[in-house]
């Protein structure tokens, strides 16, 4: 996505060799339309997947993959994250390591949302090295529902996250992939 890649020249800067801070854009403020845009370029891609819900994490993932589901005409689920959680039977719970917070948190989805009827399409911000999203997915085989694919809007493709979730067969899609932040610039692939 060409105007992605220009917003992301314009708005972000580098905060150290593997962090960009993309605040003005994703984590902070989000441009309406172009968040719209994103959604657009993810349903094109799924369009054909038969999709029955978006889901994603709380909480930077939830505009995009909004819009996503807005085009789809479908629900979005967006799992909740917690410090730490009890067990709850009436929930799906993992625990995933934060890379850019460092600490451990619980993400809970709700045995109510998610059915082994459902054809699910995960939409996420960033992917990095998985964590986050390799918890989500744990939480999608235990209900049973489907994973048809899912859609990042940047990948940092220098990071093993994307890589390692399309070895296992998971169709991976992003509007921007990043090969390097190296010596103060930023490197699309
Ligand atoms: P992930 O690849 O599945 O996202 O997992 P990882 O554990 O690698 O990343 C954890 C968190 O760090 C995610 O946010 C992810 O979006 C964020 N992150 C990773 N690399 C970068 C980066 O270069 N820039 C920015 N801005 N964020 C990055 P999160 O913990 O889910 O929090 P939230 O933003 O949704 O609140
Ligand atoms: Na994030
Ligand atoms: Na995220």
Redesign the pocket.
């Known amino acids: 996505m060409e105007k992605l890649k220009q917003r992301i020249l314009e708005q972000s800067s580098i905060l150290s060799s ?6 003005a854009i ?2 902070h403020q989000v441009d309406p339309k172009l968040t719209m845009e994103m959604g657009q370029e993810f349903a094109k891609k799924f369009a054909e997947y038969g999709i029955t819900k978006v889901i994603t ?5 939830i505009p995009a993959a909004f819009a996503t589901a807005y085009e789809l005409g479908v629900p979005l689920v967006f799992a909740r ?1 917690k410090k730490t959680l009890i067990a709850d039977p009436d929930a799906y719970i993992e625990r ?6 460092g600490m451990v948190t619980d993400i809970m989805v709700s045995k109510e949302f998610l059915s082994s009827e459902d054809k699910l399409l995960f939409i ?11 918890g989500l997915i744990k939480i999608i085989e235990r209900s049973g529902a489907t994973l048809a694919g899912m859609g990042v809007v940047v990948e ?1 493709s220098f ?1 093993s ?1 994307g890589r390692m979730l399309r070895e296992q067969g998971i169709k991976v899609e992003a509007l921007v992939k990043i090969a390097s932040l190296d010596n103060g610039k930023i490197k699309f692939e």
């Open positions: 593997d962090v960009l801070r993309m605040d994703i984590n994490i709380e909480s930077s993932g994250r995933v390591p934060s890379f850019t917070k996420d911000d960033i992917i990095a090295n998985g964590d986050a999203a390799r940092k990071q996250g």
